[in-house]
């Protein structure tokens, strides 16, 4: 009868139990150093802990050799100083060299007005000063970068028409400490952006309180309708500061919101709002301004950007001119409004080969949701008599989510209606808006009483 054979732990071969051990997270790797002498040396192989300084920290071989010592002496460096953020940091710190490299190629200027990080005892005294904790994710992005310097254009996002301009910065912490809210109706709410032209911010909740959960971010909007100036509602942007900031920098990146005039604008493109009829394609994006808008009354301002492009191999003699407009618009109630009139934005653009001619407009309306759609007239430049429509695809425009006030829904407890029914009317124009980007300091009072432009 053959001897059994004892497994010994100090008997296998190396390679298996460092694949065993590459399935391991940091902690229990520094668990397994304590077993004994042989897992001690193998829980210490430098490319299980490159692995893991790559997996938590974003660091490359170039980031080793500037500060020497091996890779679980890095991993410990690092841990030391941003442990607390280890949930964090890798997808805020990725979408932050994201977001630079892409500002590096598209709009330079804005990376001289980033920040360094702020210092773990900075937001510490920030805590102390507000008497409130930050969430874990706003300090590790301000550990990153501490927002930007206060410039135009802003980090996040700008929009303009042509009476109207918005352009958000993205505060440092002290500035959002000064602008930190504790009046009833905005109690412990800390600016995250800012606008000059506006005085637009959007807010991230500290606490759960006055109808808001921890951590929302919105833009609040006073309610025009109450007797108390605490009634505050709120459209909501996020509900986390890492959501909402990754979520931005995606749109970014990918191109989701168009670079004009070396400024990111925060439009937004359904990739199937695309019509072509002959050799003119038509597509169309929409950005909605909380700035111009509210919740009671309802009143919700969204402007549209369209983009009319002539295929590059279209024949000459294709070549035409715009002569006018068909709108057909619908609510959320169901109620249709059609809009006839010559022309965009006051022009009658020629369209020629490979031609791009672009132009945004703006429209009100009090329901939550609407859609449009329609065609403009164009002739031939060649034969005024050939007169054909180019269709212009439906494109929708809905309201963000949106808050009512701890005030007004307290006293509509048993009312379960938000809105009556009214149609969306109002008169026809349009509103040039492409590239005219001065600043007028418009308030949103004023915005919310300028026509419906389509």
């Not at 994710?137 to 927002?147: L, P, T, V």
């Not at 930190?180 to 606008?195: A, D, H, I, V, Y």
Request: with cysteine; hydrophobic share 35%; charged share 25%.
């Amino acid at each position: 009868m053959a001897a059994s054979t004892e497994l010994r732990l100090d008997t296998l071969p190396s390679d298996p139990l460092l694949l065993v051990l590459s399935f391991l997270d940091f902690r229990d790797l520094v668990h397994c150093s304590y077993v004994n002498r042989r897992l001690n040396e193998l829980s210490g192989h430098n490319p299980l802990w490159k692995n893991l300084c790559s997996k938590h920290w974003l660091l490359t071989d170039a980031d080793r050799q500037q500060r020497g010592g091996s890779w679980r002496a890095l991993f410990r460096q690092y841990y030391s100083d941003l442990g607390r953020y280890l949930q964090h940091y890798a997808l805020l710190k990725r979408a932050w060299e994201q977001l630079k490299a892409f500002l590096t190629l598209r709009c330079p200027r804005m990376i001289a007005s980033l920040k360094e990080g702020a210092k773990e005892a900075e937001l510490d005294a920030i805590e102390a000063q507000i008497g409130c904790k930050l969430p874990d994710d706003y300090r590790c992005s301000y550990r990153i970068h501490n927002g930007q310097k206060l410039v135009v254009p802003g980090l996040m996002g700008s929009m303009s028409l042509s009476n109207h301009y918005r352009s958000e910065d993205l505060l440092d912490v002290e500035t959002a400490a000064g602008g930190f809210q504790q009046r009833k109706g905005m109690r412990n709410c800390l600016p995250l952006t800012f606008c000059f032209h506006t005085g637009l911010s959007q807010y991230l909740a500290l606490e759960p309180t006055e109808g808001r959960n921890l951590s929302d971010i919105f833009y609040h909007c006073p309610d025009q309708m109450a007797q108390d100036p605490s009634a505050i509602d709120m459209f909501i942007t996020g509900s986390s500061f890492s959501e909402w900031f990754t979520t931005y920098v995606n749109n970014v990146v990918t191109g989701e919101y168009p670079i004009i005039r070396d400024q990111i604008f925060r439009y937004v493109h359904d990739k199937q709002c695309v019509a072509t009829t002959g050799d003119i394609t038509v597509s169309v994006s929409t950005s909605f301004l909380p700035e111009l808008s509210s919740v009671h009354p309802p009143h919700f301002f969204f402007t549209y950007r369209i983009r009319i492009e002539m295929a590059s191999d279209a024949l000459p003699e294709a070549a035409c001119q715009l002569d006018s407009r068909y709108w057909k618009i619908t609510n959320a109630n169901g109620n249709v409004e059609e809009v006839r009139g010559p022309g965009v934005v006051g022009e009658f653009p020629v369209m020629t080969p490979g031609k791009v001619h672009e132009y945004a407009s703006c429209t009100t309306f009090s329901t939550t949701s609407e859609f449009m759609e329609g065609h403009y007239t164009f002739h031939r430049l060649a034969n005024k008599e050939e007169v054909f429509n180019v269709a212009i695809p439906r494109f929708h425009m809905v309201c963000p989510p949106f808050r009512e006030s701890v005030v007004r829904s307290q006293g509509r407890a048993n009312d379960t209606s938000r809105f009556d029914n009214d149609d969306s009317g109002g008169d026809d124009g349009d509103d040039y808006g492409d590239g005219d980007l001065r600043g007028i300091n418009m308030a949103a009072e004023e915005g919310a009483r300028c026509p419906r432009h389509i």
